[in-house]
């Protein structure tokens, strides 16, 4: 049976230096991609490897019917890897489909350190590193988007607990409003942008802080965090 590595691609485009080395290791030693971008992987590979001769491998885009197909590639003792559109697989992403599917075959997968934003701004953040988690996208409509941010305020102080989250970049700016309006003025709150990009930006302040300064976050990648 193949072996699964699961491989970490760039957060930033020009942050080729947060790959470590033993990647492009991995990537020469499999025969097939899962890719949830196959067109960006192509593009990232190509700057690790410019000899990658891309069409001597095999290429599939990860959706609701991959599983089929890579449990028949692992079958066929097919070194498979599996690469997600900014990060690491399996962690806020569809690759992790695939996963379960490896770890039900007893495959060996074998996950590769690389740049993880949610990582990433909990560690600049200043907030509990102990007791966190990741919610991913709040809700579009407003009235319930307004109601979960006052849930993960009150859940926060209660658990002492960070709350992580993230919003499609065009609709930042409307999300960190919200946060404004709706959160106690002590409750910090955390902006990690462009993480491991040249203009990275990554600060933490109270809602009362934040008042008098708002960063324009429009169609830029970002995370934010939360703390009561």
């Known amino acids: 049976m193949g072996e699964v590595y699961l491989i970490p691609s760039l957060l930033y485009e020009d942050g080729l230096n947060t790959i470590p080395a033993y990647v492009l290791d991995a ?3 499999c025969q097939v991609f899962f890719a949830e971008n196959e067109r960006t992987t192509r593009r990232y590979f190509k700057q690790l490897w410019k000899e990658m001769v891309i069409d001597d491998y095999e290429w599939y885009t990860i959706d609701d019917s991959s599983g089929g197909k890579f449990r028949s590639l692992l079958k066929e003792g097919k070194n498979i890897g599996i690469i997600s559109e900014a990060g690491c697989p399996g962690v806020a992403d569809p690759g992790q489909s695939l996963i379960a599917v490896a770890q039900e075959m ?20 200043g907030m509990n590193g102990q007791q966190f988690q990741f919610i991913g996208y709040l809700p579009i409509d407003n009235l319930q988007r307004v109601k979960a941010i006052k849930e993960l305020e009150a859940e926060s102080s209660r658990k002492n607990c960070t709350q992580i989250f993230i ?12 946060l404004i309006k709706n959160c106690k003025s002590s409750t910090r709150l955390c902006i990690a942008k462009n993480l491991t990009g040249k203009d990275e930006y990554i600060r933490t302040k109270t809602v009362s802080e934040w008042k008098s300064a708002l960063p324009d976050l429009h169609k830029q990648p970002c995370i934010f965090l939360l703390h009561s």
């Open 167 to 178: 919003e499609t970049p065009y609709r930042n700016n409307q999300l960190m409003d919200a």
């Open 106 to 125: 007893n495959a060996t997968i074998r996950p590769l350190v690389g740049p993880s934003s949610i990582l990433l701004a909990l560690m600049a953040s």
């Open 27 to 29: 990537i020469k030693n």
